[in-house]
T-cell receptor, first 117, second 114 residues
Framework: GAGVSQSPSNKVTEKGKDVELRCDPI?????LYWYRQRLGQGLEFLIY????????KSGLPSDRFSAERTGESVSTLTIQRTQQEDSAVYLC???????????????FGPGTRLTVL | AQKVTQAQTEISVVEKEDVTLDCVYETRDTTYYLFWYKQPPSGELVFLIRRNSFDEQNEISGRYSWNFQKSTSSFNFTITASQVVDSAVYFC???????????FGPGTRLSVLP
């Protein structure tokens, strides 16, 4: 597609339920990032994929959070046993260049607004 | 560890005024990249500029200009003759040579009043 897409755009769930958030990166982009943005706050890095491997999982806030990526395409962020503090906008970004000496810009999707009741 | 500081939490200006958004960064890398992103009320982040650490030339794009100074570890962003549509949260970001450690500043909320 022309840009990064994310689904669903909005998700309301009950505390304790599991949710899956999906990200479709720009075609051909090898790097994919997930961020969390709480209301009125900055971006909190969650995880980074290069291809389908995740060299940096340091940002995942707890073991309730996991993510996977199929090849160099779709990624899914799963939150198990959701808590109210998980309520935030979850943003996905992709970038087109891999490896050193790149520092490629990230292009962001519209985000998924998650509300945990 | 890498860090980005945007000391201005919120700025309000009147339309047509010039405004500068400050960004100060910390890194031990000799090669790194700096970015500015705009997040309008719609929520989607928009890429504005990328600058690598070897290029200290200032850049101008229309009403936007950027001043990169390695000596002070700053990458400031100026909007000339601001417009209401410039109202947004602006984020400065830093990444290492491999594009892995992407660190965003806390953002500056700019309100341009008519």
């Amino acid at each position: 597609g022309a840009g990064v897409s994310q689904s669903p755009s909005n998700k309301v769930t009950e505390k304790g339920k599991d949710v899956e958030l999906r990200c479709d990166p720009i075609s051909g982009h090898t790097a994919l990032y997930w961020y969390r943005q709480r209301l009125g706050q900055g971006l909190e890095f969650l995880i980074y994929f290069q291809g389908n491997s995740a060299p940096d999982k340091s940002g995942l806030p707890s073991d309730r959070f996991s993510a996977e990526r199929t090849g160099e395409s779709v990624s899914t962020l799963t939150i198990q046993r959701t808590q109210q503090e998980d309520s935030a906008v979850y943003l996905c970004a992709s970038s087109g260049l891999a490896g050193p000496h790149t520092g490629a810009a990230q292009y962001f999707g519209p985000g998924t607004r998650l509300t945990v009741l | 560890a890498q860090k980005v500081t945007q000391a201005q939490t919120e700025i309000s200006v009147v339309e047509k005024e010039d405004v500068t958004l400050d960004c100060v960064y910390e890194t031990r890398d000799t090669t790194y990249y700096l970015f500015w992103y705009k997040q309008p009320p719609s929520g989607e982040l928009v890429f504005l500029i990328r600058r690598n650490s070897f290029d200290e030339q200032n850049e101008i794009s229309g009403r936007y200009s950027w001043n990169f100074q390695k000596s002070t570890s700053s990458f400031n962003f100026t909007i000339t003759a601001s417009q209401v549509v410039d109202s947004a949260v602006y984020f400065c970001a830093l990444t290492d040579n491999y594009g892995q450690n992407f660190v965003f500043g806390p953002g500056t909320r700019l309100s341009v009043l008519p």
